[in-house]
């Protein structure tokens, strides 16, 4: 989130002014708002519950040009303010939540976009795991916030040396430029970007190998730079040590599902949990520090689970997403071996639910795809 982004406090109308002249305090209510005035404070003034974000998405056409867009999205979750006979008053109507959303950039794509990540360290790059196999960087200040007729396909660095495609994409939050891929052909990548900034093709600097199946997603460890993990369609489960010089061997492996493992998730808070997410329609909590058997299995969903992700405010929070078209929210605080399902939502979706995210700072708020 830029500069411009960033949230607003301000006094609210029913705070009083205090005159330090003559020790007087006075109220609000004894001044009278002009509209105009007060649309032009509206206009530049955000209140507290007010937040503005960045949604990334990409399409997946096969006959159609496709793109990645990046939408702004501004939240307000509060009642609003009118002027009502020249004075501030509260309407409580309108008190639920109101989103305004709008595309900011687009980007042309060279083939589907299978899934893309925000740079952590820079949030203007952009990383595409792309339906051609290659990995697609992009700088979104080169782009236009529309599509034009004389618009190319104009990556900053192609990234090549994946046998097939693939969908998983990960930066590595603690080191600059580290980004991880996996692919269909039991691989996982690791490139390295700052090091081959003048280099339009890049190759990647490890090949990690020791999936029998596709590998289907990969996550960084929360706490440690060195450490990631991988699922795959042979429903293994692998915890990596990239300070190990052998990269076919995992530091710790387990079994994790009868089924492909679609979807893994390392929690933000605890240095031990983690959560998988099958096609055997489960979601599984594992506790690093002994992987023979899961710490809990969810079994809500009743069809295969496509995305786990845990709350950014909360590391009892987790929620996943399913072929079933639900979201299921779920709620560990009490016991890590007895969860509450918080909500199962319906959001109106006609085929499954591929991915979800959790907002930062707004914690019941998810967008899903």
């Known amino acids: ?14 705070s009083s002014v205090h005159n330090s002249s003559d020790d ?12 105009e005035d007060y649309l032009t404070w509206r206009k530049n003034a955000r209140l507290f519950d007010e937040r503005t974000y960045r949604l990334l998405i990409g399409t997946i056409l096969e006959n159609e040009e496709n793109a990645i867009y990046i939408l702004k999205i501004k939240l307000r979750d509060y009642p609003e ?16 939540m109101y989103a305004e959303m709008h595309s900011q950039v687009t980007i042309l794509h060279k083939s589907q976009v299978n899934r893309i990540r925000y740079c952590p360290h820079k949030q203007f790059i952009i990383a595409s795991q792309a339906s051609d196999g290659n990995i697609y960087l992009f700088d979104y200040r080169n782009h236009p916030s529309k599509r034009g007729p004389f618009d190319k396909f104009e990556p900053l660095v192609t990234m090549e040396g994946q046998k097939q495609e693939g969908i998983g994409l990960a930066w590595n939050p603690h080191e600059a430029g580290i980004l991880l891929s996996s692919s269909r052909d039991c691989c996982i990548y690791e490139w390295n970007v700052i090091s081959n900034t003048d280099h339009q093709t890049l190759n990647p600097t490890r090949i990690f190998s020791s999936h029998s199946a596709g590998v289907e997603d990969i996550d ?17 489960l692998f915890i990596w040590d990239n300070r190990n010089s052998e990269n076919s061997r995992p530091a710790l492996s387990v079994c994790a599902h009868k089924q492909d493992v679609n979807c893994v998730s390392f929690n933000p808070f605890s240095e031990y949990l983690l959560a998988t997410g099958s096609s055997d329609k489960t979601v599984a909590i594992w506790d690093l520090r002994n992987l023979n058997e899961s710490l809990n299995t969810l079994l809500d969903h009743t069809g295969e689970v ?35 399902i918080l909500y199962s939502l319906y959001p109106g979706m006609l085929t499954n639910l591929g991915l979800l995210r959790l907002f930062p700072m707004t914690q019941y708020c998810i967008c899903g795809k």
């Open 81 to 96: 303010y009118v002027i009502n006979e020249d004075e501030l008053q509260l309407q409580t109507e309108n008190e639920e």
């Open 1 to 14: 989130m830029d500069e411009n982004d960033q949230e607003v406090i301000e006094i609210g109308p029913d």
């Open 306 to 340: 496509n995305e786990v992700r845990w709350a950014p405010q909360s590391e009892f929070i987790i929620a996943s997403c399913s072929e079933d078209c639900t979201v299921n929210v779920y709620d560990m605080s009490f016991r890590i071996v007895v969860t509450e």
């Open 220 to 236: 960084w460890h929360a706490f440690t730079s060195a450490v990631f993990c991988s699922v795959g369609c042979d429903g293994n």
């Open 24 to 35: 007087q305090t006075v109220s609000s209510d004894e001044f009278k708002i002009d509209e």
